[in-house]
């Protein structure tokens, strides 16, 4: 993958495809610490320890039409590439939660991507899902709860183009000033 939004769309779309109602997108970018970290968590029916154990082999997967599961393999590669690790914890029943770290100034880190995109992609495409994307860098921070837009919509959806407007603008000048 290009970037890490794309990496943090594909692991949002599986914690979706495991039924989470809830998804928490977390990145801290720490430049003092030179410590880049993203955490997405789900609510979703979680891993068995023993899928737990084998999830970063690109030949597993839970989907039947592809034999291949690439993405939290390619995930750990970008963090290793950038002197990071990626860990999983996940709990049948509970959910899955994935920590990714790397330095944020290596010269092979990947580039953060569009994350407005990512979030704003994600919403519209999955309006019963509620995401809460919450993103620190050093001192500043942006944060974007659906559960509280949600609550001053009462039946409006969030894929409704106005709301989907309103959320774009939110998330442009929201991440706009922690840049």
């Known amino acids: ?14 914690g979706i495809s495991a039924g989470a109602s809830v998804i928490r997108i977390s990145i801290e970018e720490n430049l003092e610490a ?12 979680g891993m068995s320890p023993e899928f737990l154990d084998k999830v970063l082999d690109p030949f597993v997967t839970t989907r039947s039409t592809r034999r291949v599961g690439l993405g939290l393999s390619l995930f750990e590669q970008s963090a290793m590439e950038a002197d990071g690790a990626l860990n999983i914890e996940s709990t049948i029943g509970i959910g899955t939660k994935i920590v990714v770290t790397m330095r944020h100034g290596h010269i092979d880190r990947k580039p ?17 899902v509620d995401f809460v994307y919450n993103h620190k860098k050093d001192a ?24 989907v407007s309103l959320i774009k603008e939110n998330l442009a000048e929201g991440l706009g000033q922690i840049q």
């Open 1 to 14: 993958m290009e970037d890490l939004s794309l990496h943090v769309l594909d692991v949002a779309e599986n």
């Open 34 to 45: 030179d410590l880049l970290t993203i955490v997405i968590e789900d609510n979703g029916k």
């Open 112 to 128: 953060m991507g569009d994350m407005a995109s990512t979030i704003l992609t994600l919403i519209e495409g999955n309006p019963s």
């Open 140 to 163: 500043k921070a942006y944060v974007l709860d659906t559960r509280e837009i949600r609550s001053e919509l009462g039946a409006v959806p969030l894929n409704h183009p106005q709301v």
